[in-house]
């Protein structure tokens, strides 16, 4: 089945303590993206990347890495969480980005929760 | 920088009725507008998109209209459902080969009252 699969689903940590979100998906997308999610704010980009070792900043790019070594995997990273991080964030990939736009495929979520 | 604004906010519609959802863009160089719609703690799902070398778009009860000149483009549900209730997003692409960012209205939810 294609799909976009991010892990984990929950994640409550502390602050100052790195995490890694994971991302994977099986449709052989060159484009992948993160997103957070915060009431009323709708989605905001945070890093997304073109092809294997491309990566760019989005909208909110503060406090988070990504990596893309592999066409499929696209990590997110927090090197030291903070409480402004607590969100829904997505990841998502697509056929093509730039100027050959195409839909978007969402994973399910990670509902993070920093104390 | 480049912004969409969408709007109402919040919408409640009598089941059966039309829904319009609207949404503004600022940067002139967007040529892909994909409409999501997201239902309660699910992931966003694309129910409709439209490129700028189209007007209109029609998928069943949905349809999207696209005024290149104003910069805004809308969704339209007819004979609405109960499944209809959810948020929807708006977004906005640019067509730079370089770059692909993609901006999202801040979302509408749609309520559908029986």
């Known amino acids: ?115 | 920088g480049e912004n969409v604004e969408q709007h109402p906010s919040t919408l409640s519609v009598q089941e059966g009725d039309s829904a319009v959802i609207k949404c503004t863009y600022s940067d002139s160089a967007s040529n892909y507008f994909p409409w999501y719609k997201q239902e309660l703690g699910k992931r966003p799902q694309l129910i409709i998109d439209i490129r700028s070398n189209v007007g209109e778009k029609k998928d069943q009860r949905i349809a999207v209209t696209l005024n290149k000149t104003a910069k805004h483009f809308s969704l339209h549900i007819t004979e609405t459902q109960p499944e209809d209730s959810a948020v929807y997003f708006c977004a906005a692409s640019s067509r730079y080969s370089s770059a692909s960012k993609i901006i999202f209205g801040s979302g509408t939810r749609l309520s559908i009252r029986p």
């Open chain 1, 1 to 115: 089945e294609a799909q976009v699969t991010q892990n984990p689903r929950y994640l409550i940590t502390v602050t100052g303590k790195k995490l890694t979100v994971t991302c994977s998906q099986n449709m052989n997308h060159e484009y992948m993206s993160w997103y957070r999610q915060d009431p009323g704010l709708g989605l905001r980009q945070i890093y997304y990347s073109m092809n294997v070792e491309v990566t760019d900043k989005g909208d909110v790019p503060e406090g988070y890495k990504v990596s893309r070594k592999e066409k499929r995997n696209f990590p997110l990273i927090l090197e030291s969480p903070s409480p402004n991080q607590t969100s829904l964030y997505f990841c998502a990939s697509s056929l093509f980005g730039g100027q050959y736009n195409s839909p978007l495929h969402f994973g399910n979520g990670t509902r993070l929760t920093v104390t």
